[in-house]
């Protein structure tokens, strides 16, 4: 009997966009196939976290915060298969996004254009770096090494271009993307896109084995304090526990999520996050966390959230019911030098702002953030405000730097 020969000619494999509109419908599989996209175990990108951000309610309309998560999928003979994805959410807002815009928003407002919604691609609250387009690593082991990372960013940021004019969106921004992507989307400029700029601060671990070796590269006077600061908080009593999501326990979850509530209610400002989320997360990514707590007399006083990926610890959030001089510097600063340290971790970013964060090890990094707009009424004011921010931050960043407390060499 005879048989049709095979065809030889390949077929050129189908890729899917799809928006999704919450991660937590996504299957086991779906969940696993996201996080095989995430670089360096970079923790505020897997499903784990930004499905428990979903789960509890701490993102939403209420918030301002709606995911239409993009993803590029591989249909394949032996099933489908995520090869790329982009964080993206919906905003009607800029709460929590820590690229401030409100400037913006009034000088839309002033000419009658709506300057909400609009799409945001970035982790909610959370200012850290970190990739913005997943792309698989290892791209040529899928359809036949057909695609390249080139390929799907482009169609992952075309993707997010076409929604929002769909929607009647008025741009597209990318926040926190890491160095590589960011330069990538400055390569490939659009019309009507733009790069702003801005400073955090940042500890780099120099193969440091103990505190003190960080501290010898310190100028005499600014190595002083710190020994002064953290000698304080020692003799004040408080002993501190660094816990992960496995030796956290209910108590300890209670007590933070107080702390944190506390800190926004006592500025007034809303807390977002709630015992739920951490009690997910901790779940979800019981390694990646560092919770430090402080213990005064039996009693916990203050604690901090950390997250790591493989290279770079995150400070994130903080709170305290007693006020202890110095308490804040050692709970977040000092207790995660020393975790970076014992854990060979290179990077340490505790988070946006913060000028009294030099004179204890942190230098200013320049950071980058794009903005596609589908409706420019300002173009040359805009070009203006973009040149003049940049100056204003190439100043700022000499001035901290001119006041670094590491010894010249």
Known sequence: MNSKPKSTTAQTPK?????????????AEQAAQWDALVQDNNPFLKHGFLSALEAHDCVGEHFGWLPHHLTLTYESPHGDRIVAALPLYEKHNNYGEFVFDQAWEQAWNHVGLPYYPKLVSAVPYTPAQGQRFLIHPQLETIGNGSFDAEQLQTQLFDGALALAENLNMSGVHWLFANPEQQAWLESHKRDNEYFRHDCQFHWHNQDYQTFDDFLAQLKKKKRKNIRQERKAVTESGIEFRQLNGHTATEDDW???SYFYQKTFIDKWSTPTLNLDFFKAIAQAMPEQILLVLADLDGRCIAGALMFRSDTTLYGRHWGCIEEVKHLHFETCFYQGIDY???NNIQTFEP???GEHKIARGFTPVKMRSTHWLAQNPFPAGLARF???EKHMIDEYAADCWAHSPYNEN
């Open 15 to 27: 890729l899917r966009l799809d928006v999704h509109n919450g991660l937590t419908e996504f299957s």
């Open 254 to 256: 209670d007590n933070f």
């Open 340 to 342: 970076a340290i014992e």
């Open 351 to 353: 988070g946006a702002g």
């Open 386 to 388: 973009i040149e003049e």
